[in-house]
């Protein structure tokens, strides 16, 4: 995602953000909503979203598997254009607009127990896109490169699979700061949906559930002390003044700007999904004179500038 001012991250998406509002995209979105993720608006999924694309894979590959590794080696390329580097052959696949994690190289993409091939497995996904998914009752559908093309399963398990993130990250919070803990149901699941717990769960895919807990744990008396719908901007403002090192997901700032980007997103997707005023009082987050503030120094943190 680069270092780009939110601003200008989600004007470049904008047209990705209209055409997944007026298409197959935002049409699974609601149904995967319905059923996984209640009062989560579908602007805020397909900001998310931005972040990936339709059929895009991080190694670049469709299968992964023994030929098309050999093809991709003689060639210099991976089947979906990207360099046949260290990480198109070892690194992790994510699959879609969500990059739900798919299995490391030389696995085959999408293969026995990755949460890809557990999202497809799973019965709120199927529940979602009302009919069999890729399970091993669909023949040929659990062959290696199944994922691609099949949209409609790319977003229904985007949905499920950020919410297992969110269930992880909840799971340790709760014991970690029960008091910024959303309200669990007995499935681990937020009672309602708001934008901190979806901060929390997509955060917890971007940074990892220690990455976000460890920088929840930096600024823990910070947020507590902080009303529950200012908690969003608390933890900006908070990251926006780190001065330390790291690696980027080590740094708090980081992590908030990837947030901020993905969230000017939401805002730019709210404009083509009709949602209204609801979504926009979902989304708001406590900040609203001092925003071109917050961002430029979480850009400069993030960038490791003092």
Excluded at 21 to 46: F, H
């Amino acid at each position: 995602m680069g270092t780009d001012l939110p601003s200008e991250w989600a004007d470049d998406k904008s047209s990705k953000a209209r055409r997944y509002a007026e298409g197959e995209v935002a049409s699974t979105l609601r149904k995967a909503i319905a059923v996984m993720t209640p009062t989560t608006p579908v602007c805020a999924w397909i900001g998310v979203a931005c972040n990936g694309g339709r059929n895009e894979n991080t190694t670049g590959l469709v299968k992964g598997d023994a030929a098309e590794r050999t093809e991709a080696a003689r060639t210099g390329r991976t089947p979906l254009g990207r360099k046949w580097d260290a990480y198109a052959r070892t690194g992790l696949s994510e699959l879609g607009p969500f990059g739900v994690e798919a299995d490391k190289g030389p696995k085959p993409v999408g293969g026995p127990g990755s949460w890809w091939w557990r999202a497809v497995r799973s019965v709120e996904v199927a529940k979602a896109l009302g009919r069999d998914v890729l399970t091993d009752d669909n023949p040929g559908a659990s062959a290696p490169g199944a994922w691609y093309d099949a949209i409609d399963e790319q977003v229904a398990t985007g949905v499920w699979n950020n919410r297992r993130h969110g269930r992880e990250v909840f799971e340790d919070l709760a014991e970690l700061a029960p008091d910024l803990c959303p309200e669990l149901d007995a499935h681990g699941n937020p009672v309602a949906w708001d934008l901190w717990g979806f901060f929390l769960a997509t955060s917890g895919w971007s940074a990892g559930t220690a990455g976000i807990l460890s920088h929840v744990r930096r600024y823990r008396a910070q947020l507590v002390a902080a009303a529950p719908e200012a908690r969003v901007a608390t933890f900006l403002r908070c990251a926006a003044t780190y001065k330390g090192g790291g690696t980027r997901h080590q740094r708090p700032s980081h992590t908030a700007l990837r947030w901020r980007q993905k969230h000017a997103a939401m805002l730019t997707a709210l404009a083509y999904t009709g949602e209204g005023d609801g979504a926009r009082v979902w989304l708001a987050d406590g900040i609203t004179t001092d925003r071109g503030v917050v961002d430029a120094a979480l850009v400069r943190s993030a960038e490791g500038r003092r």
